[in-house]
């Protein structure tokens, strides 16, 4: 840099400088010379660091060990790719957060968003091939929350055997309404979480009325079943039920197993070391789904919960009436 100066003072540009410089081995950029001779460091490069402090404050806690002291541990949110955490960091910590800044941030920390494996079809058909129809045609919207559930199951390996965990998701929100994890596929897999749903939107203050929901599925025997089909009918609940071993028919819940298993079941984020029990797929799928539905960002919602995505669909319909 001295000699770069002493260049300058004598009247050669520093552009040249530099070239001949590289061209004798010794490495240097004019933009280097004059953030020496500034003394201030590069707003990029404020910015950046404040972002990467936020993005590893995000993903990552530290929670206490045995012997006292602080362990690092991956939070939830840690999961997330680059469009997820701009979003979650413009939301809570920087509002004016590039995409490139977080995507530099990220690429620092090594985290680049967890991927989804391609899943394994589980659905088994009827023998007698009765069911309803398709009411939904692969339209996965609803004007509403409580207008359209859809349902399915999927499965994970225990050192106990298999434990199968239902899910049931409102499409308007994408929130899961119930789940129910078992080690059987017994019609109870599906009739459990559909009474807990349907008790749990009544403890919420939205009790499901008759002929107001459409209950979808794959063509699954336990939603063909006598005890599922009547249950449906008592409480007036349509049902529909996609094509065999068609997935799209059914996406909007696939996607959601997929997400189950990629962000809960693979990582060690909700459990770690091995599942040994159901006990520990409850556990864990408990913590999953309590973030999923109240703090996990959906691109599809605008970047919102779906919990804070139904409190303001709510919101909108009981406004306090304005004096005039």
Not at 161 to 183: E, K, L, P
Not at 191 to 218: C, T, V, Y
């Amino acid at each position: 840099m001295g000699f770069i100066d002493t260049m300058r003072a004598e009247g050669h540009a520093v552009e040249s400088t530099c070239r001949v410089l590289r061209e004798q081995g010794c490495q240097v950029a004019a933009r280097t010379y004059r953030a020496w001779r500034g003394g201030h460091v590069a707003v990029r490069t404020v910015t950046d660091a404040h972002v990467v402090d936020a993005v590893r404050d995000t993903a990552w806690t530290h929670v206490p060990t045995p012997d006292g002291s602080l362990r690092r541990k991956m939070t939830p949110e840690g999961l997330y790719g680059r469009r997820k955490m701009t979003a979650l960091i413009r939301r809570t910590t920087i509002p004016g957060a590039s995409t490139g800044a977080v995507d530099r941030a990220m690429r620092v920390l090594g985290l680049s968003g967890v991927r989804r494996d391609k899943g394994v079809r589980t659905t088994i058909p009827a023998k007698d091939g009765v069911r309803a129809g398709d009411l939904l045609n692969r339209d996965f919207t609803a004007p509403q929350p409580d207008h359209t559930w859809v349902m399915d199951f999927t499965y994970c390996r225990t050192w106990a055997g298999w434990v199968y965990v239902a899910f049931i998701v409102d499409v308007f929100s994408q929130r899961i309404v119930a789940w129910h994890a078992q080690t059987t596929k017994h019609v109870d897999l599906v009739m459990i979480p559909l009474r807990m749903g349907l008790w749990e939107r009544g403890r919420q203050g939205h009790p499901i009325l008759p002929q107001q929901l459409r209950a979808h599925s794959d063509a699954g025997s336990q939603y063909v079943s006598l005890a599922y089909t009547d249950k449906l009918a008592l409480d007036g609940i349509a049902p529909s039920i996609g094509s065999v071993g068609d997935a799209y028919d059914n996406a909007l819940m696939e996607t959601i197993n997929g997400l189950y298993k990629a962000e809960c079941i693979r990582t060690t984020v909700f459990h770690e070391g091995p599942y040994r029990t159901i006990a520990d797929v409850e556990f864990a799928t408990a913590g999953w789904v309590d973030w999923y539905n109240t703090r996990r960002l959906h691109s599809s919602l605008g970047y919102v919960p779906p919990a804070e995505f139904e409190q303001a669909h709510y919101a909108t319909l009981n406004r306090e009436p304005q004096p005039a």
